[in-house]
């Protein structure tokens, strides 16, 4: 039995005292459809929902993905059922609260003092967006500059709001040109620092950087959506410098359907300064009328918002609160995972790490005989396909592409024969990871022998 099927008496006994508080409003016709028939597309569901990978399991090693903790399940199913929009304070008002309370906790966190500004949004990509959007808003006439690591989103908003986006280029390890962007200065209005890339889990150097930006005049934006949580357990990250220098960003999102273990549709932004909310104002007719209290749409550029993950944030947080001994035990597992797993790595003789990991991501790939990066990325083509063959002794991994000169510059006994290289990548997000590292390594090197 997992914990799913044993928190399910928890949620029966929830949805049963839900059913008494909706009976005391008087009796009702059910609308719902014939119980046989949800039934048999249920089923269907399950069925259907079995193409899945494994994402619950240490040996799904790929991509940014797990299922959520269980009371987080519980506590979305549950307020599903009422279905809260927390636009405005008329549409849900105990979850409007508890996302209030969340964000508190999470901007405490991060070292934002009040008064401040921020709210949950449905994913990272809207978190960043409005970010962005108060980025323009502030310099209409500058640009919003990231570096070549960044996600694609940035660029990708900057084009939705049509403002000019300005990609500042990095060395072979991912540091920023800073003679670039002294040369662009005068152009940038605000500069995007991100904190755990998603691809190598590269912690960009937020400390420098604010110097640079504080001399120069230019707003901070931290995309921390990944690695945010990680300031939690900072003082053990060799990146530690850069974490304590969070509280001084403009803005910052971070994501807790990532490492706050919240199911998709959960993403946060916060603001510094609460002024910001002037470039949000705008009048509604119909929907601002029961409190004077703010009203999250009023701060919001989404409308209708999902109370739901607001309740399912809120109960993770009381049950592990965003300190080392909550969140963080957890936090310090994937960190000790992706760290066992390199240094295992580091002493086979039919693997190198192509970088240490600084959170919880690593990239490695086979040892070429020939030295050539086109054998380098069919080994790991052939590994990645071979893992995901075999059900019960494989592994998912995740495949990542770095150009030849990349490549060659960190380990120049290899041939540039093609363009770019095709390595792997594995994301050690879970922390069941740790226990199974030994076993993954034994299933990784059984497969390329």
Same mark, same amino acid.
């Given at each position: 039995?997992? /914990? *799913?099927?044993?928190?399910?008496?928890?949620?029966?006994?929830?949805?049963?005292?839900?059913?008494?508080?909706?009976?005391?409003?008087?009796?009702?016709?059910?609308?719902?459809?014939?119980?046989?028939?949800?039934?048999?597309?249920?089923?269907?569901?399950?069925?259907?929902?079995?193409?899945?990978?494994?994402?619950?399991?240490?040996?799904?090693?790929?991509?940014?993905?797990? +299922?959520?903790? +269980?009371?987080? /399940?519980?506590?979305?199913?549950?307020?599903?059922?009422?279905?809260?929009?927390?636009?405005?304070?008329?549409?849900? +008002?105990?979850?409007?609260?508890?996302?209030?309370?969340?964000?508190?906790?999470?901007?405490?966190?991060?070292?934002?003092?009040?008064?401040?500004?921020?709210?949950?949004?449905?994913?990272?990509?809207?978190?960043?967006?409005?970010?962005?959007?108060?980025?323009?808003? %502030?310099?209409?006439?500058?640009? %919003?500059?990231?570096?070549?690591?960044?996600? *694609?989103?940035?660029?990708?908003?900057?084009?939705?709001?049509?403002? +000019?986006?300005?990609?500042?280029?990095?060395?072979?390890?991912?540091?920023?040109?800073?003679?670039?962007?002294?040369?662009?200065?005068?152009?940038?209005?605000?500069?995007?620092?991100?904190?755990?890339?998603? &691809?190598?889990?590269?912690? #960009?150097?937020?400390?420098?950087?604010?110097?640079?930006?504080?001399?120069?005049?230019?707003?901070?934006?931290?995309?921390?959506?990944?690695? &945010?949580?990680?300031?939690?357990?900072?003082?053990?990250?060799?990146?530690? %410098?850069? /974490?304590?220098?969070?509280?001084?960003?403009?803005?910052?999102?971070?994501?807790?359907?990532?490492?706050?273990?919240?199911? *998709? &549709?959960? &993403?946060?932004?916060?603001?510094?300064?609460?002024?910001?909310?002037?470039?949000?104002?705008?009048?509604?007719? *119909?929907?601002?009328?029961?409190?004077?209290?703010?009203?999250?749409?009023?701060?919001?550029? #989404?409308?209708?918002?999902?109370?739901?993950?607001?309740?399912?944030?809120?109960?993770?947080?009381?049950?592990?609160?965003?300190?080392?001994?909550?969140?963080?035990?957890?936090?310090?597992?994937?960190?000790?995972?992706?760290?066992?797993?390199?240094?295992?790595?580091?002493?086979?003789?039919?693997?190198?790490?192509?970088?240490?990991?600084?959170?919880?991501?690593?990239?490695?790939?086979?040892?070429?005989?020939?030295?050539?990066?086109?054998?380098?990325?069919?080994?790991?083509?052939?590994?990645?396909?071979?893992?995901?063959?075999?059900?019960?002794?494989?592994?998912?991994?995740?495949?990542?592409?770095?150009?030849?000169?990349?490549?060659?510059?960190?380990?120049?006994?290899?041939?540039?024969?093609?363009?770019?290289?095709?390595?792997?990548?594995?994301?050690?997000?879970?922390?069941?990871?740790?226990?199974?590292?030994?076993?993954?390594?034994?299933?990784?090197?059984?497969?390329?022998?």
């Amino acid at each position: 039995m997992n /914990w *799913y099927t044993s928190y399910l008496p928890i949620l029966e006994k929830a949805l049963h005292k839900t059913d008494v508080w909706r009976s005391s409003f008087g009796d009702q016709q059910s609308s719902g459809s014939d119980s046989k028939k949800v039934e048999e597309v249920i089923n269907k569901l399950q069925q259907r929902l079995e193409g899945n990978y494994p994402f619950h399991h240490p040996q799904y090693a790929g991509q940014m993905l797990k +299922p959520p903790h +269980p009371a987080a /399940w519980v506590a979305q199913s549950l307020a599903a059922t009422i279905n809260p929009n927390n636009h405005a304070l008329d549409g849900g +008002p105990p979850t409007s609260e508890m996302e209030k309370e969340a964000v508190e906790m999470i901007a405490e966190m991060v070292g934002y003092k009040q008064p401040f500004l921020g709210h949950l949004t449905s994913a990272g990509t809207i978190a960043n967006l409005e970010a962005l959007f108060v980025a323009r808003e %502030i310099h209409p006439d500058k640009k %919003i500059a990231a570096t070549a690591q960044a996600l *694609y989103t940035h660029r990708r908003m900057c084009h939705v709001l049509n403002t +000019p986006f300005l990609e500042i280029p990095v060395d072979v390890f991912g540091n920023p040109d800073m003679d670039f962007l002294e040369k662009h200065k005068e152009d940038i209005g605000t500069l995007v620092v991100t904190m755990g890339t998603t &691809g190598l889990g590269t912690v #960009e150097p937020l400390s420098e950087l604010v110097m640079w930006a504080e001399i120069n005049n230019v707003r901070i934006h931290v995309d921390a959506a990944y690695g &945010g949580f990680f300031k939690i357990i900072s003082d053990q990250l060799n990146s530690s %410098i850069h /974490w304590d220098a969070l509280s001084k960003a403009d803005s910052i999102v971070i994501d807790p359907h990532k490492h706050g273990l919240q199911p *998709y &549709g959960c &993403g946060s932004i916060l603001f510094k300064d609460p002024a910001v909310g002037q470039y949000y104002k705008h009048d509604s007719p *119909y929907t601002y009328f029961t409190s004077d209290d703010l009203h999250l749409g009023e701060i919001s550029l #989404e409308c209708s918002r999902a109370g739901a993950s607001a309740a399912a944030l809120w109960v993770t947080l009381q049950l592990l609160p965003l300190k080392r001994e909550g969140l963080g035990e957890i936090l310090q597992k994937t960190i000790d995972a992706a760290n066992a797993f390199s240094i295992a790595m580091d002493k086979s003789e039919m693997f190198e790490v192509y970088q240490n990991p600084e959170l919880d991501i690593v990239a490695y790939f086979p040892v070429s005989k020939s030295s050539k990066i086109s054998e380098v990325s069919g080994l790991c083509r052939k590994l990645f396909k071979a893992g995901m063959e075999d059900k019960a002794g494989g592994f998912h991994l995740s495949l990542f592409k770095v150009s030849a000169k990349e490549f060659t510059s960190r380990f120049p006994d290899y041939k540039s024969d093609e363009d770019t290289v095709t390595i792997l990548r594995s994301v050690f997000m879970k922390p069941e990871h740790l226990d199974f590292i030994p076993e993954l390594v034994r299933r990784l090197h059984q497969k390329l022998d």
